[in-house]
């Protein structure tokens, strides 16, 4: 399996551990489960299930669940288990997937052998990797929005969209709306934010701290402080009217998503890895930090697993990349990115540790061709001799940029341990820069992108 072929990455729930999407087996027939993003099942009564294709299952999916035909688009099947998560094709067999989970976890995993042996994946209704935002902001259809929703709400809750406290108290408000209905004065709303706090808001924003270490941080104060924020949001919810085909709560999901929409990591698929540490201390000892890789039509996002923050953010415009897997050596993807040293421009090189380098290569190769497939084209000539415009395309999304300070979405590029180099015949060498050319040659066009390498100046050389 390659990258194009399926996402693997690191799952973000894994509490759901250990489900089994085959209920019951036959000489010819089989229940097959399948888990919506809230949970909730989909049982299928399926002939043959050895040779159904994950198109066939995903084709009943839809009739069950009488979604629009955009569904089909926006939304695929995925094998999940608490080790690994994979987006099928069309073409994919997922009895025959699931059969060869064990070999998929020791070749895209660091799995022990116990864990490997206890995994067992379950077969999950989600949002498409490859489904462009924008068309997402044209779908009126409430369950498909609610799903939608449902899918981005546990990824905000579990952390794996990192979110700044105001904009965490502004989706919390959100789904206050759609679980509790309109804010009344005379509710008793704090009681119930005070007692699932967790429903409305990441785990590591509900802790309260203890202790006297914990009043050091200030942490004893945070949990009130977050009940009152997300309180406070949840009376400024404004409750507008859907349009004709979209009710009142669908309007509360499609703002919940426009707000996630701001996240540049919104419908990426995410990888686990690990990246080298700056040197730190009098015996500048580095060692690894876990990372998770958020890979998108748009981008690429290197997330610190513990601290919940973005440590890089990279368009692809901005990047090149390649990955190597030496024998006998870790697997590696190299992200190759315009940096500074010192106020000297130089080329930056990141390498990421993982198992899955090989599928996220893939992965962003296969994300630029398809954005480069989308592009409008040039007028061409009819037979007539007259020229025909291009159909015409939406507007890509346009995020607003947060200026807000420390953010989480902001890179943090002083918290990675990067190569820094420009090279000649001569050897690697520090310059100044004029970028022509790059180490790798897998990137974005020239015409489209900006990046390219660090071109060396007899008057400018400093060995390295």
Not at 60 to 70: C, F, K, S, T
Not at 386 to 392: C, D, H, N, R, T
Not at 436 to 452: A, I, K, P
């Amino acid at each position: 399996m390659d990258g194009a072929e399926g996402n693997t990455g690191q799952p973000g729930h894994a509490e759901r551990s250990h489900r089994s999407s085959v209920s019951s087996v036959g000489v010819r027939a089989a229940d097959v489960l399948v888990y919506l993003a809230d949970d909730t099942v989909v049982p299928l009564a399926v002939e043959n299930l050895s040779s159904i294709s994950a198109h066939e299952l995903h084709r009943a999916v839809h009739d069950v669940l009488q979604l629009p035909d955009v569904a089909l688009e926006a939304f695929a099947l995925w094998l999940v288990s608490p080790l690994l998560e994979v987006q099928l094709k069309p073409k994919h067999l997922p009895y025959k997937l699931g059969r060869q989970w064990p070999e998929l976890l020791l070749r895209f995993t660091d799995a022990s052998d116990d864990d490997v042996a206890m995994d067992e994946p379950s077969l999950q209704f989600r949002r498409n990797v490859f489904f462009p935002k924008h068309r997402e902001l044209q779908i009126h259809d409430d369950e498909v929005l609610r799903l939608f929703y449902e899918e981005a709400k546990g990824n905000v809750l579990t952390a794996r969209y990192p979110c700044d406290l105001e904009d965490c108290e502004v989706l919390g408000a959100l789904v206050c709306r759609v679980q509790l209905g309109p804010y009344q004065p005379d509710q008793p709303a704090a009681c119930t934010l005070r007692e699932k706090l967790d429903s409305f808001l990441p785990a590591h924003l509900c802790k309260r701290g203890h202790g006297l270490f914990a009043a050091f941080r200030g942490r004893g104060s945070k949990t009130g402080s977050s009940e009152q924020g997300v309180l406070n949001a949840y009376r400024q919810v404004k409750e507008a009217t859907g349009s004709d085909s979209e009710t009142t709560l669908g309007s509360h999901y499609r703002a919940y998503l426009l707000k996630c929409h701001e996240l540049p990591f919104y419908g990426c698929a995410f990888f686990h890895g690990e990246v080298d540490k700056p040197a730190q201390g009098f015996l500048h000892r580095g060692g690894r930090k876990p990372v998770t890789v958020a890979i998108s039509l748009e981008g690429v996002y290197v997330i610190d697993s513990r601290e919940k923050y973005v440590l890089l953010g990279l368009r692809f415009q901005e990047l090149s990349w390649d990955h190597t897997s030496p024998e006998e050596e870790e697997p590696v993807l190299w992200l190759e990115f315009d940096g500074d040293s010192e106020g000297t421009p130089v080329n930056k090189l990141l390498r990421i540790y993982s198992k899955q380098a090989e599928l996220m290569s893939g992965l962003i190769e296969y994300c630029i061709e398809l954005s480069q497939a989308a592009e409008p084209t040039l007028p061409q000539e009819s037979a007539s001799g007259s020229q025909e415009a291009p159909s015409p395309s939406p507007p890509p999304t346009q995020r607003p940029k947060l200026r807000r300070q420390g953010s989480v979405v902001c890179s943090r590029i002083q918290h990675l341990s990067t190569i820094d180099y420009v090279e000649d015949d001569k050897g690697v060498k520090r310059v100044k820069p004029k970028r022509t050319t790059s180490f790798f040659s897998r990137q974005l066009s020239s015409s489209q992108g900006s990046y390219s390498v660090v071109q060396p100046t007899d008057d400018s050389l400093e060995q390295s």
